[in-house]
């Protein structure tokens, strides 16, 4: 557990948590090519490779209100996709309940994830040529998102079929070099779809569940 603002709680997400999360949550945040599957999300758990934190908020004024006698709902997530011996982790999923978008909670947990003093990559969708105006203006306000909250554009990249931009934060004297190939091992070399960096003229490659 992790110090919050008041009346509330940053923590792991049990197992209970975790499928309500995935079917309540991602489904409803993410498409499909970008929501690995939840029996994959569990084997790298069970790995000590991955971690789900929600933010939770006390009182009944919450989404979903105070079930079970807690007094707390899950207000926004954030997943982590780590490896050990690596430093580096991935800011996997990032996201806040419908109902409380476009109010700070995810900034706010960003700056909690900052606070865990570990080197963070953060993937952003890139603009995509030939898509209408408004796709791609909340691809830009996305990226500004995190450079808002202090992460720093770096380079492209490929994951789910997609071009992303990659953002860091708590990188300190790494070499940029250094924090690709972090990132790359990060998913492993079963992940083919991943590519760090992506050149300006190679083609993304769809995710393996997905073929």
Same mark, same amino acid.
Not at 172 to 198: C, F, N, Q
């Given at each position: 557990?992790?110090?919050?603002?008041?009346?509330?709680?940053?923590?792991?997400?049990?197992?209970?948590?975790?499928?309500?999360?995935?079917?309540?949550?991602?489904?409803?945040?993410? /498409?499909?090519?970008?929501?690995?599957?939840?029996?994959?999300?569990?084997?790298?758990?069970?790995?000590?490779?991955?971690?789900?934190?929600?933010?939770?908020?006390?009182?009944?004024?919450? *989404?979903?209100?105070?079930?079970?006698?807690?007094?707390?709902?899950?207000?926004?997530? /954030?997943?982590?996709?780590?490896?050990?011996?690596?430093?580096?982790?991935?800011?996997?999923?990032?996201?806040?309940?419908?109902?409380?978008?476009?109010?700070?909670?995810?900034?706010?947990?960003?700056?909690?994830?900052?606070?865990?003093?570990?080197?963070?990559?953060?993937?952003?969708?890139?603009?995509?040529?030939?898509?209408?105006?408004?796709?791609?203006?909340?691809?830009?306000?996305?990226?500004?998102?995190?450079?808002?909250?202090?992460?720093?554009?770096?380079?492209?990249?490929?994951?789910?079929?997609?071009?992303?931009?990659?953002?860091? /934060?708590?990188?300190?004297?790494?070499?940029?070099?250094?924090?690709?190939?972090?990132?790359?091992?990060?998913?492993? *070399?079963?992940?083919?779809?991943?590519?760090?960096?992506?050149?300006?003229?190679?083609?993304?490659?769809?995710?393996?569940?997905?073929?």
């Amino acid at each position: 557990m992790i110090p919050a603002a008041p009346d509330r709680i940053f923590r792991q997400l049990d197992n209970d948590e975790i499928r309500d999360w995935y079917s309540r949550e991602l489904a409803e945040a993410f /498409a499909e090519n970008e929501r690995k599957p939840l029996g994959d999300i569990y084997s790298l758990i069970e790995q000590d490779r991955y971690e789900i934190w929600g933010l939770f908020g006390r009182g009944t004024d919450m *989404p979903g209100g105070a079930e079970g006698g807690t007094g707390c709902a899950l207000i926004g997530y /954030a997943a982590l996709w780590k490896r050990p011996g690596i430093p580096l982790v991935l800011l996997d999923y990032l996201g806040v309940t419908a109902a409380l978008r476009n109010g700070g909670t995810g900034s706010e947990i960003l700056k909690l994830l900052k606070d865990l003093n570990v080197p963070i990559v953060a993937e952003s969708e890139t603009p995509v040529a030939g898509d209408s105006e408004e796709a791609n203006s909340i691809r830009r306000r996305r990226i500004a998102f995190y450079e808002r909250n202090g992460f720093a554009p770096a380079y492209e990249m490929a994951t789910c079929g997609m071009r992303w931009k990659a953002l860091t /934060a708590n990188t300190g004297g790494l070499a940029m070099s250094e924090v690709m190939r972090m990132h790359r091992e990060l998913y492993g *070399p079963e992940r083919t779809d991943v590519k760090v960096p992506l050149g300006p003229d190679e083609t993304p490659e769809m995710p393996y569940w997905m073929k």
